[in-house]
């Protein structure tokens, strides 16, 4: 098994042919994978061709005015149909043994989650099909994030074709899912990237094989030319108190909620609005009617990246109290603390996963411990009685992100990683035959 060593970014040589890269995902657009779209514009601007294969349709009528220009080069698939027939049947003839391989791969690394195992199944006649597709199209290198269906289609492709693949652990499919099959699914993989220092260490913990040397960590960025501060704002009364993600339980709303009600039980005049969408909008909701917020925070529902650009710069406080879920999810590090960093604003967070390698506390913004309504409170109370505080905090934590976490030096290094894998784009893959998987799942019972 070979994992990726660390690569330094390098410009493309005049009149080299431009690198072909597939990303494989899950759904393209997707509302709240800005990071993915933000990257692969990026990379385009690198000089690589992006080609996308979605496994599923956009479920979302609210699309980035950036994903469209990206729907041309984006590939989908009925569920059926006689061209996926047909893939079936080329690689069958071509290679029985690879097809058959690649089939019960999919089956070895998801059969201890009996609904990830449907899925992928059911997808698998997809993933064959887009097979055909990148190998019609010449693609040299497959790409996916996150270690769940995306990753395993475009496993498949890459076995079938021979062909280098990476990886992209974020957070819920490294963490909330059964960690025997993230395992198998990561040491199975040719090569791993990361989106920060604390999943390369996780992951190193997790896979005995994987050394952390092997894993490319490479931050999610923003694009700061987007994403700035305006130049010039007054604070405003009552100061702005934004979050914005998923309304999800990992994101700790419920927190910002109550800590809201403290500051209003503290006679502290403020406006707090929550942007995003998902299943805890109600329970949220009722939140806010049960402590009669109705008039001081608001859920304002999915929103545009423009949108939410123009919400950054105009608020005073920006937080995101993130926790780990009951059922073991949490986030790596979210994009959207980068994002108001980089519109300069002052940001409170938790110390979860590798959120403290973007969020410094008292240098870059605030910590407090997740699930701590009061210090949380605290802390907002602390930035807005504190407007010195809140441009202190503001000013590093734009300029860390413009250093460490601005897209186009990370998607770089992303690049620069992608043309050592997928030069020469045909190689041999090794086929492991089906009885080794079977005897592996036999000894694992």
Known sequence: MSHS?????????????????????????????????????????????????????????VIHKQAEALLPVTHYSPWLSGEIIQAQIHFLKRSPRRYLAALVKTLWQTYR??????????????SVYFARRIETLRIDHIHSHFIWLAALAAGVAADLLGISHSVHPHAFDLFQRDQRSVRYALEAAPSIITISKFNRDYIAALCPQIRPTDIEVVYCGVDTDNFRPLASQAPHTPPRILSVGQLVEKKGHEYLIDACALLAQ???DFQCQIAGAGPRQAALQARIDHHH?????????????????????????????????????????????????????????????????????????LLVAERDTAGLANALTQLIADP????????????????EFQSGQNVAKLAAIFRRLGKPH????????????????????
Do not use: W
């Open 5 to 61: 060593t660390k690569t330094e970014s390098m410009p493309v040589s005049q009149g080299e042919n431009p690198l072909k890269v597939a990303y494989v995902l899950h759904r393209f657009p997707h509302l709240t994978e800005t990071f993915i779209l933000q990257e692969m514009q990026s990379m385009r601007q690198q000089g690589v061709e992006i080609v996308i294969f979605s496994l599923l349709p956009p479920k979302h009528s």
């Open 113 to 126: 989650e009996p609904k990830v195992c449907l899925m992928a199944l059911a997808l698998f006649p997809k």
């Open 266 to 268: 503290r006679g502290i």
């Open 293 to 365: 917020l109705q008039g001081q925070v608001t859920l304002s529902g999915a929103l545009r990246q423009d949108q939410l650009i123009t919400l950054y710069q105009e608020s005073d406080v920006f937080a995101l109290a993130c926790i780990h879920a009951q059922d073991g999810d949490r986030d790596g590090i979210p994009v959207a603390l980068m994002e108001a960093m980089a519109c300069e604003r002052p940001v409170i967070s938790t110390p979860v996963a590798g959120i403290p390698e973007l969020v410094r506390h008292n240098d870059t913004g």
């Open 388 to 403: 010195e505080l809140r441009r202190r905090l503001g000013r590093a934590a734009r300029c860390l992100i413009v250093q």
């Open 426 to 445: 045909r190689t041999s893959a090794p086929v492991i035959p089906p009885d080794i998987y079977l005897s592996t799942i036999q000894m694992d019972k």
